[in-house]
C-alpha cells in the first residue's frame, strides 16, 4: 500500500500548490450551492401526504384555542387550569366585570354572545394561553376590549389565573 501512500502524497502535494483555501472554500460553496438547486428536483415519495389528507381532522376542544367559544378570549383557559369553560377553579373567584365576544357555532350554524370572565385570586396559571382579537374594540370600548385585567373590580385579591367562557344567549341577526 505504499504506493497509494505515495500517490495521494503527490496528488495533495499537486493540489496545495495550484489552490488556495480561498479558492478551496469558493470551490465547497459552490458545490453546496448547486445540491442545493439539485436537491429539490430529486423525486420524492407524496404517498404519505396522501394517507394525511384522506384522514378526517380532529375537532377542537375545550383546550384547545380554536375551540369556537374562544374567538374574543385573551388569556389563559380555565379549563386547562383546574376549572371548565364556564367555572372558575377552586380558590379563584370570577371577575365583576366582564367582556364580551359575538362567536359562531359551525356545528348549527349560529352566533352566540360570549362573556368571557378572568378568574381572579391566585398568580397566573401559565397554561393554554389563547389570543384571540375577533371583534376586539379600542381601550375607549371597555366591554369589548379584552387586554384589560377584569379583575381590578373585585374587592378581593385582583391578581389574574385565568378565563372563562360563558355562552349567555344566541345573538340576534341585524335587520
Not at 59 to 67: K, V
Not at 125 to 142: H, K, Q, T
Given at each position: 500500500?505504499?504506493?497509494?501512500?505515495?500517490?495521494?502524497?503527490?496528488?495533495?502535494?499537486?493540489?496545495?500548490?495550484?489552490?488556495?483555501?480561498?479558492?478551496?472554500?469558493?470551490?465547497?460553496?459552490?458545490?453546496?450551492?448547486?445540491?442545493?438547486?439539485?436537491?429539490?428536483?430529486?423525486?420524492?415519495?407524496?404517498?404519505?401526504?396522501?394517507?394525511?389528507?384522506?384522514?378526517?381532522?380532529?375537532?377542537?376542544?375545550?383546550?384547545?384555542?380554536?375551540?369556537?367559544?374562544?374567538?374574543?378570549?385573551?388569556?389563559?383557559?380555565?379549563?386547562?387550569?383546574?376549572g371548565t369553560m364556564s367555572t372558575c377553579p377552586p380558590?379563584?373567584?370570577?371577575?365583576?366585570?366582564?367582556?364580551?365576544?359575538?362567536?359562531?357555532?359551525?356545528?348549527?350554524?349560529?352566533?352566540?354572545?360570549?362573556?368571557?370572565?378572568?378568574?381572579?385570586?391566585?398568580?397566573?396559571?401559565?397554561?393554554?394561553?389563547?389570543?384571540?382579537?375577533?371583534?376586539?374594540?379600542?381601550?375607549?370600548?371597555?366591554?369589548?376590549?379584552?387586554?384589560?385585567?377584569?379583575?381590578?373590580?373585585?374587592?378581593?385579591?385582583?391578581?389574574?389565573?385565568?378565563?372563562?367562557?360563558?355562552?349567555?344567549?344566541?345573538?340576534?341577526?341585524?335587520?
Open positions: 500500500m505504499k504506493w497509494f501512500d505515495d500517490w495521494f502524497e503527490r496528488s495533495s502535494r499537486r493540489a496545495a500548490q495550484r489552490v488556495s483555501r480561498r479558492g478551496a472554500v469558493v470551490g465547497v460553496g459552490r458545490l453546496l450551492v448547486g445540491a442545493a438547486f439539485t436537491l429539490p428536483v430529486l423525486p420524492f415519495d407524496r404517498i404519505a401526504r396522501a394517507a394525511e389528507g384522506g384522514a378526517k381532522k380532529k375537532e377542537p376542544g375545550p383546550q384547545d384555542c380554536d375551540y369556537w367559544r374562544y374567538c374574543a378570549v385573551d388569556g389563559f383557559l380555565c379549563s386547562c387550569c383546574g380558590g379563584t373567584e370570577p371577575s365583576k366585570v366582564a367582556w364580551v365576544g359575538t362567536c359562531h357555532n359551525p356545528k348549527d350554524g349560529k352566533d352566540y354572545l360570549v362573556s368571557y370572565n378572568d378568574c381572579c385570586g391566585k398568580t397566573a396559571c401559565g397554561r393554554c394561553v389563547c389570543n384571540s382579537n375577533v371583534g376586539e374594540r379600542p381601550g375607549y370600548r371597555m366591554g369589548l376590549h379584552n387586554d384589560i385585567n377584569w379583575c381590578l373590580a373585585n374587592t378581593g385579591s385582583t391578581m389574574f389565573h385565568c378565563t372563562t367562557s360563558l355562552v349567555v344567549g344566541v345573538a340576534e341577526k341585524a335587520s
